[in-house]
């Protein structure tokens, strides 16, 4: 029996997530944004399963914008660095999401 090639693909996803118990967000932090690479037979499921996960994790994802695949992005004129390619392969080679950045909002009160 052959083996299918893979359909999975890697998606970049910027992920806004809000405050939760647990979270391991600095004290005085609002919520945050996290940059994730996804694999997925499509950004669908690349989507449900970073949110998945992010909730495992304790976090409290509020919004997910996608910005398509590797091959996408160097279309639109995306500048990809040589370390973000990688990540997207370790993405693609371990079938999973992996947090590239986390970005910490603070409210103006504090």
Known sequence: MTKKPSRQQVFTLLIEVGRNSGDGLPEGATGAALMCYASGVDEA??????????????????????YGTLEERMAEGHDISDEEKELMQRALDENSVIVAQMTPFFGEDN
Do not use: F, N
Not at 45 to 56: D, N, P
């Open 45 to 66: 499921e690349a989507v449900r399963e970073t949110v998945a996960i992010l909730k495992q994790a304790d976090l409290a994802p509020l919004d997910v914008s996608g």
